[in-house]
């Protein structure tokens, strides 16, 4: 994302994100987490809400994170800090210390002049709508419980996060059948908050790791997204190393790309749909969710096992984790973005891993033959700056014209407009944390695609 000296603080189901120094200041964290304690305080009726709160390894995540444990110890909550952790590591230690909520101090793939809050609650899952809607409007009125003298507390300090995490992941496959195998793996940590327990999870599974970017200090050594463009020096390295399998995590250790043995790129598209693969032969039927830019691979891999249920959902951790029973067998989003119920309620780059490893513990074959073996579609990702599509206010009139141009079709509006046509479907919608919009189509073939994505542009007049 190119920087952008007037993108405002972006507030949303995905908390708050904003560019360092500019819109996101240590006020603003401090604000924002006593608007979020203040929130928690009201809704669950506790004086002194616990709080597990941890942040990437960003440069200016110790800043903020001291900021943010300031203004929650301000409303009076007991504060663990976890340090430099995984954001699904926060998910795990709410459930583990019997917290009444969690934040984490990230902006997940977004490069380094970012950061931002992101709220979790005493399920470990993000707010749905409506709660992040008020935490919104607390922060915005400045609504906040500060406490007197005699009600603050310590900030307590709890180092556990990475071990606790890797035990809860190691439960869910079979670890010795992974290490017999022996695995060669190059997993690409993007000097970010998973590297440390990334590292020690694949050792755990007896694999070899080689490991780059391994060092915990913020320091992207390329654009974090972990899409094609991006890893082309972790695909060149799988094939120098003649490794099983290569893994990119983004900065904060939620989302997983997956390389094959070949050195192929094969798609952040692919990493929950080979996740479900391992779930649903593990565990048989049962409910999955993913959002509705995610791909119809996972529609059809659910369709293998009959008395599957794909639950579709807006776009956004919380919307697909609020779709989830407790009993889902996989949740997530496109991105690489897996969600696991025994582990935590967040995406979660470490069981991603686990259960690829144990899909390829358990094949006969190499994870390319794995790949080629599912249904295979062309997919596109365009982004349009909202600056360009003529700022914010353009965005649902253009929509609207969308899903009016489209009406004979299948037409979602969940979550901006999806079109499902017989051999394809295109989502245009609002980025939640970034001014842009999204256009992402799918189809047989790659022309298709184009074609849809274009006539839904032209449709909507963008
Ligand atoms: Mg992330």
């Not at 009201?42 to 203004?71: H, K, N, W, Y």
Request: proline share 6%; net charge negative; charged share 25%.
């Amino acid at each position: 994302m190119p920087e952008m000296p007037d993108a405002p603080l972006m507030l949303s189901v995905s908390g708050a994100r904003g560019l360092v120094g500019r819109t996101m200041t240590p006020p603003v964290a401090a604000r924002f987490a006593a608007a979020y304690g203040t929130y928690v305080k009201r809704a669950r009726t506790i004086e002194a809400p616990t709080f597990c709160v941890g942040r990437d390894g960003r440069q200016s995540g110790a800043m903020l994170g001291a900021a943010a444990m300031a203004g929650l110890t301000g409303i009076g909550a007991r504060v663990i800090d976890l340090g430099v952790v995984a954001t699904p590591t926060v998910g795990v230690m709410i459930d583990r210390c019997d917290a009444d909520a969690g934040l984490v101090l990230t902006a997940s793939h977004n490069p380094k002049p970012w950061n931002g809050l992101k709220c979790l609650n005493g399920r470990g899952v993000a707010p749905p709508p409506g709660e992040a809607a008020a935490i919104i409007e607390m922060f915005r009125n400045d609504d906040i419980d500060w406490v007197e003298v005699d009600a603050l507390r310590p900030i307590e300090d709890d180092p556990a996060g990475d071990a606790t995490h890797i035990e809860r992941v190691l439960r869910l496959v079979d670890r010795d059948a992974i290490a017999r195998r022996g695995f060669r793996v190059v997993l690409d940590s993007i000097n970010g908050a998973g590297c440390r327990s990334g590292r020690d999870l694949l050792t755990a599974l007896g694999c070899t790791v080689v490991h780059l970017n391994g060092e915990p200090n913020g320091r992207f050594a390329h654009t974090p997204e972990p899409i094609e463009e991006n890893l082309r020096d972790l695909c060149a390295r799988v094939r120098a190393e003649g490794a099983t399998v290569g893994f990119a995590q983004d900065p904060d250790a939620d989302r997983l790309a997956v390389v094959d043995e070949q050195g192929r790129f094969i798609g952040e598209e692919y990493t929950l749909v080979l996740a479900a693969l391992q779930r649903l032969r593990t565990l048989g039927p049962g409910v999955l969710a993913a959002n509705l830019s995610t791909s119809r691979m996972i529609d059809d891999v659910a369709a293998q096992f009959p008395g599957c249920e794909v639950r579709r959902t807006a776009v956004g951790e919380a919307n697909v984790a609020a779709a989830m029973p407790e009993d889902a067998r996989i949740g997530g989003e496109g991105n690489g973005g897996v969600i696991v119920p025994d582990v935590c309620w967040v995406r979660d780059s470490l069981s991603s891993m686990a259960i690829v490893l144990a899909l390829l513990a358990e094949a006969e074959t190499p994870l390319s033959a794995v790949v080629d073996a599912l249904p295979r579609y062309a997919m596109l990702k365009r982004k349009v700056d909202l600056a360009d599509a003529g700022g914010r206010d353009a965005i649902d009139p253009a929509l609207e014209r969308l899903a009016a141009a489209y009406a004979g079709e299948r037409v979602s509006t969940v979550d901006g407009v999806r079109i499902d046509v017989a051999d394809g479907w295109v989502h245009v919608r609002p980025s939640n944390t970034e001014p842009i919009l999204r256009i992402i189509a799918e189809a047989n073939t790659v022309e298709r695609a184009e074609a849809l994505a274009d006539e839904a542009t032209g449709a909507a007049g963008l």
